[in-house]
Structures are given as C-alpha cells and as structure tokens.
C-alpha cells in the first residue's frame, strides 16, 4: 500500500491574540557567555560583488520518534544542528526549515510531553530575554519578563509538517539573541546570532512535535512567511552580521551534511558550476521556482501546459506533488525493485528553465523497501492556475541547494558525493572539502 502523505503549502498559520494571563515565574538573571567563531569568505564571484564571514553549521540526520501512542515513521527523517539562545546561552537542536518563517522553541513553562520530552528554552535563565507582544513592545514597562497578571500576545499556530501530520502549538513571544552553534562543546570568541522575536512555545500537540528529533525550528523562509520582519531569522541574522553575503546554502549527505550561512561553496566541490533560477511571488514567502516539464525515464507525465512550480522544502524528507496529479505520477514511478541492496527503477526528472534537469532514482524517492514515497499537497485555499510541486531533503542530498536572499534565487549545482549509491566514506570527504568562497 502507498502511503497517502498529506502534506500543506503553509507550516505555520498564526492567529494572533491577546489575552490576560499569568505571568509563568520569576526572572532569574544571568551571566554573560561564550561566542561562536566564524570562517572568512574572500569574494563570492562575479555576480555578488560582496565578501563576507561564512558560518559552517554541521548537520546530524536523525529519524523521525516513534509515537507514544505506537506510531511510527519509518523513512522520515530531519538535518539537525546546534543554536543557542540568550545570555548565557541555552545549547539546542533544531531543523532548518525553508518551509516555515518563525523560530519556534518549546518554553520552559510547556508541561506537554511532547516538550518536555525536548530541550526547552528558559527565558528567566537568559539575561538577554524579553517578554514582547505582536508589535514588539515589552509586556511590562520596566520588568524584562512579565510577572504577574498582564495583557500579551499568544500565538496559536497550525502546523503541518509534510513526513507527520497536522498539529497546533500555543507561543508567546520573547525577544532573544539566536545564536548558530556547531555543538554544545562549542566556546568560540564569535558568533553569528539575530535579536529577534521567538515563537515560545506553552503548549505543543503531540502531533506532530513528539515525533520531531530536535528541540525546534529554524524557519528560513521570506518575510512573507513571519509575521513581522522582527521575527525573521534570516532578516535578522543579515541585520545583527553585517559582514555576511545575504545568502545560505545546504550540502546534505545519507548521515550528514552542512548549513552554510553567509557565503557560498565553491564551484569545484561539484559535478558542475551553480545554476540559478528566480524565486516566483517571492512576497508569499515560499522558495518556489518554475518547473518546465516533469518526465520519468524520459516520458512527460506532467507537461505543465498551465504552468508548474516546485517549493523547494527542507523540512520534508519526500518529493511532493498537488494530490489530483498524484496517481498518474506514482503510477509511472511504482515499478521499483530491490535487487542488491538497492531499489531499481525508474529516474524521475523535474525540467527547469535553461535547460537543467533536476533527477532522483529510485533509491531517492523510495523507502527501505523499495516502496514510492510521493505525497499529496491538498492545497487550502484557491491557488493560481498551474502543478504545484514541493521539493525536500531527498532532492537536495543530490544537488547543493543555494538560497539568495537578497536577489529571491535559488541555485543548484550537482553534488557527486551526496547520491543515493554513494558510500559514507565518499560523503565525509564531500562535506568536509566544502570550500567556501
């Protein structure tokens, strides 16, 4: 049986409210601590005309948690790596997500297992934190964090997350330094961090935050995806690091990978040079390009006579596709095999302008088992006229996957040490000779 993955255009519908409440505890203050260390990057290339400081953020692959309810998700799996948050800082895990636009963390003051469960954020343990509203206005003139009964901002979010389901958490706001980490070892003289607002979350469903591996996410998607600037992470991070190149790039390997923040990998670590394509309604806030023609071992499936797009989702471990054209795609991909270790089958190819072909074979866009995993996007609202596609982690570990900010495009370069048939021994020599421009 095929799995019939639900998967949504929109990681996080916030309602904004606010109410009288309780203040959770008092403040507690703080000493200051240590700082992440950043690579220089010389010039970008010709079309960038900038240089900067590049972060190098490793990534760990974990799997998905079995549910305690005896769910379970076999093949999902998240890229996990290290923040801190505030003064001194709090050591957490979390997913970069170009699907989402917040940073959500569980709160301290959360009692859902699914938080507890994780690492929580503290904002009376940080001497850098601030209760704020919508408006980023303190809760409490003159008191760092509310206490007592006060009038403040809650967020409640409806997220879906592609791999696991659908699920609501409640958050406050909380103004915090956001701090990129390589580990929880990591006492370095500098950081890379973004003062911005936090989704803080007081309460987490159990779908889909129990399952999750890491603590939180880092939302990377455009403005239009936040509800205000403030609580951009990348907005943010360009604002506080003025050295850094307004761009971000993901190499991702079978048990690891790389976030690369402010700068860019250089066109020798791959198969060829980067090729980039403009962000279509980059006001929505998704990373979302044109797509040609969709074909599986050569035969058109989709001939996006009205006009196909792809979401390019790194918080999605599959390939996704608008559910009505579901059938006839799975359909051509369902004669995959296992012989050998491997699944054989058909290639299946995205067509993009100019000429590139994004591939994945069988092992990419097949389970353990050798079974097809493509779900369906419901698309909520009315969309334009066209496919919607969305693209995850499983295209990405074939292809460098760069993110500009500043121009709203996205680039590709092939990756030879990050394919499905690649070896672990060929995917730490690719991820430790990235070279930043």
């Known amino acids: 049986m095929q799995p019939q993955t639900s998967m949504s255009l929109m990681k996080l519908g916030l309602v904004i409210t606010c109410i009288s409440t309780m203040a959770f505890l008092p403040s507690v203050q703080a000493k200051r601590g240590g700082r992440l260390r950043t690579a220089a990057a010389s010039d970008a290339g010709a079309d960038s005309g900038n240089t900067g400081d590049a972060v190098l953020i490793p990534l760990q692959r974990m799997p998905a948690r079995n549910g305690h309810d005896g769910s379970q998700h076999q093949d999902t799996s998240f890229y996990v790596g290290n923040i801190t948050v505030g003064e001194p800082p709090q050591h957490l895990q979390v997913f970069f997500d170009t699907g989402s636009g917040h940073v959500l963390l569980p709160h301290m003051a ?28 303190p809760v409490q003139e003159g008191s760092r964090i509310a206490k007592g009964r006060a009038k403040r901002t ?106 690369l923040f402010g700068g860019r990998a250089s066109v020798d670590s791959f198969a060829a040079p980067l090729e980039w394509f403009p962000v279509l309604r ?67 190819q995205v067509d993009l302008p100019r000429g590139l072909t994004l591939t994945l074979a069988a092992g990419d866009y097949s389970d353990a088992s050798c079974v097809v995993q493509l779900g369906a996007l419901h698309l909520q609202e009315p969309q334009p006229r066209g496919v919607l596609f969305s693209l995850g982690t499983n295209m990405i570990r074939r292809y460098y996957t760069a993110f500009d900010w500043e121009a709203a495009r ?28």
């Open 410 to 437: 996205i680039g590709f370069a092939p990756n030879e040490g990050s394919t499905s048939l690649h070896s672990t021994a060929r995917e730490a020599a690719a991820i430790t000779e990235l070279v930043v421009l």
């Open 154 to 259: 809650f967020a409640t979010m409806e997220f879906t997350q592609a791999d696991l389901g659908d699920g609501v958490a409640k958050a406050v706001l909380v103004r915090d330094h956001v701090c990129l980490s390589s580990g929880p070892d990591d006492h370095k003289s500098h950081q890379a961090c973004a003062d911005m607002a936090v989704l803080a979350a007081t309460q987490e469903d159990a779908m889909p935050f129990e399952a999750m591996p890491a603590d939180g996410i880092i939302g990377l998607g455009l403005s239009g995806l936040s509800v205000s600037a403030f609580s951009n992470f990348y907005s943010r991070l360009m604002d506080s690091s003025h050295g850094m190149l307004p761009e971000f790039g993901m190499l991702l390997g079978e048990t690891q990978g790389t976030i």
């Open 110 to 137: 959360c009692k859902n297992r699914s938080c507890i469960e994780h690492h929580r954020y503290s904002p009376w343990s940080s001497s850098s934190a601030l209760d704020v509203n919508a408006d980023g206005h």
């Open 282 to 348: 980059p006001e929505e806030g998704f990373w979302q390009l044109e797509i040609v023609q969709v074909r599986v071992n050569g035969v058109v499936v989709e001939q996006c006579q009205h006009g196909c797009r792809a979401i390019v989702d790194t918080g999605s471990s599959h390939l996704g596709v608008q559910s009505d054209r579901r059938e006839r795609i799975l359909n051509r991909l369902q004669s995959a095999l296992f012989s050998e270790g491997n699944c054989n089958g058909p290639d299946l």
